[in-house]
T-cell receptor
Framework: DQQVKQNSPSLSVQEGRISILNCDYT??????FLWYKKYPAEGPTFLIS?????DKNEDGRFTVFLNKSAKHLSLHIVPSQPGDSAVYFC??????????FGKGTMLLVSP | DAGVTQSPTHLIKTRGQQVTLRCSPK?????VSWYQQALGQGPQFIFQ???????QRGNFPDRFSGHQFPNYSSELNVNALLLGDSALYLC????????????FGPGTRLTVT
């Protein structure tokens, strides 16, 4: 039973445009959500997080939106850059516990 | 400032053998978590160590065991290896048991033949 779902295995975007990566979850007990970026041959790198008491968090070009009623979150990257090309993982935790990850979405940003 | 380090980078073992993977946490971190990432999947939580004790465990059999040392470094041991244990094993560190932001090492690629 997959509690965190990333239904798009891949996404292609042109440089300078917006990238929107989506994530759905089923466990209503999750109260903290994170996005990680992973390059080949490297471990996941923490990108941005959001608590369930908020609906938006921004950090530079990255913004995460949380819709609790829909159990949905999204990561917006504006503007997208070729260096953003990587696999993006959505993760969730409950009570600051361990992380439950989705399967990831591969983002390709073309020049 | 050294990040999370893991050794070895790659490992090839035969079915039925035992393996030990090692992890040194990021400087200042005292909590270590281990994850298994199979091909095409997201990382899956194995267990977490804090103050040299296993604090939480995911849905993995007892063949998977671990240890944390006084210097906060950690080992993951897998006994009686199965072909299905082939995966990337990731170590992540954090300070205390919260917040959940964890910092990952590059992983150890284990291949079981």
């Amino acid at each position: 039973d997959q509690q965190v779902k990333q239904n798009s295995p891949s996404l292609s975007v042109q440089e300078g445009r917006i990238s929107i990566l989506n994530c759905d979850y089923t466990n209503s007990m999750f109260d903290y959500f994170l996005w990680y970026k992973k390059y080949p041959a490297e471990g996941p790198t923490f990108l941005i997080s959001i608590s369930s008491i908020k609906d938006k968090n921004e950090d530079g070009r990255f913004t995460v939106f949380l819709n609790k009623s829909a159990k949905h979150l999204s990561l917006h990257i504006v503007p997208s850059q070729p260096g953003d090309s990587a696999v993006y993982f959505c993760a969730a935790s409950k009570g600051y516990s361990t992380l439950t990850f989705g399967k990831g979405t591969m983002l390709l940003v073309s020049p | 400032d050294a990040g999370v380090t893991q050794s070895p980078t790659h490992l090839i073992k035969t079915r039925g053998q035992q393996v030990t993977l090692r992890c040194s946490p990021k400087s200042g971190h005292d909590t270590v978590s281990w994850y298994q990432q199979a091909l095409g999947q997201g990382p899956q939580f194995i267990f977490q160590y804090y103050e040299e004790e296993e604090r939480q465990r995911g849905n993995f059999p007892d063949r998977f065991s671990g240890h944390q040392f006084p210097n906060y470094s950690s080992e993951l041991n897998v006994n009686a290896l199965l072909l299905g244990d082939s995966a990337l094993y990731l170590c992540a560190s954090s300070f205390g048991l919260s917040p959940p932001e964890q910092y990952f090492g590059p992983g150890t690629r284990l291949t079981v033949t």
